[in-house]
């Protein structure tokens, strides 16, 4: 059964340094992998969507890596904001039929201005 | 706006009531979701419906009942719940549910209070 773990469960940092966010997960035959981003008591809001191929997925400021053999995915986020104050959830798909999701229990990210 | 949405935002529920939840996708999609988000656990899967039909069950209780009337809404039927069942309930939609890019797109979800 897969199972996604992200550390640190809480981060705090100032303004302006970057961001290193961890999930790791211990079945490494996923099909692709999804970071959300989620708002106190909203949605997910997709990021980025890395598929088993890939080494890394970049959109702005944010770059995301995956490396399955080692069962891990960074998310980092270059120069904070405190608009990136929220909750960051990865998610692994396994297999190419059927989307069924297994969701890490997120990293919760407050950045001080 | 992610073209998902979700009514109600908020409900108050005892355990005799029963309420529906509602969805609806605005993308054309034909793969619909329900999870569930409790309070310090990860979300999880409830239903899958691939063009209507269900398929994807995960051991839900049968005091939420799903229903796909069409590709673009999805309702979850709610009757009898415990105080446990109070959680953030997120609604999600995809273009299919095999295939290559198959990102999901998530609804704002309903906060769901059972006393």
């Known amino acids: 059964k897969q199972e996604v773990t992200q550390i640190p469960a809480a981060l705090s940092v100032p303004e302006g340094e970057n961001l290193v966010l961890n999930c790791s997960f211990t079945?490494?035959?996923?099909?692709?992998l999804q970071w959300f981003r989620q708002d106190p008591g909203k949605g997910l809001t997709s990021l980025l969507l890395?598929?088993?191929?890939?080494r890394e997925q970049t959109s702005g400021r944010l770059n995301a890596s995956l490396d399955k053999s080692s069962g891990r995915s960074t998310l980092y986020i270059a120069a904070s904001q405190p608009g990136d104050s929220a909750t960051y959830l990865c998610?692994?798909?396994?297999?190419?039929?059927?989307?069924?999701?297994?969701f890490g229990g997120g990293t919760r990210v407050l950045v001080k201005p | 706006e992610t073209g998902v949405t979700q009514t109600p935002r908020h409900l108050v529920m005892g355990m005799t009531n029963k309420k529906s939840l509602k969805c609806e996708q605005h993308?054309?999609?034909?793969?619909m979701y329900w999870y569930k988000q409790s309070a310090k656990k990860p979300l999880e899967l409830m239903f899958v419906?691939?063009?209507?039909?269900?398929?994807e069950n995960n051991s839900v209780p049968s005091r939420f009942s799903p229903e796909c009337p069409n590709s673009s809404h999805l309702f979850l039927h709610l009757h009898t719940l415990q105080p446990e069942d109070s959680a953030l309930y997120l609604c999600?939609?995809?273009?299919?549910?095999?295939?290559?890019?198959?990102?999901?797109?998530f609804g704002p979800g309903t906060r769901l209070t059972v006393l």
């Open positions: 998610a692994v798909r396994v297999g190419a039929a059927g989307n069924k999701l297994t």
């Open positions: 999600a939609s995809s273009p299919g549910e095999a295939g290559h890019l198959n990102e999901q797109f």
């Open positions: 993308l054309g999609h034909n793969a």
């Open positions: 419906y691939n063009f209507k039909e269900q398929t």
């Open positions: 890395i598929q088993s191929s890939q």
């Open positions: 079945d490494s035959a996923i099909y692709n």
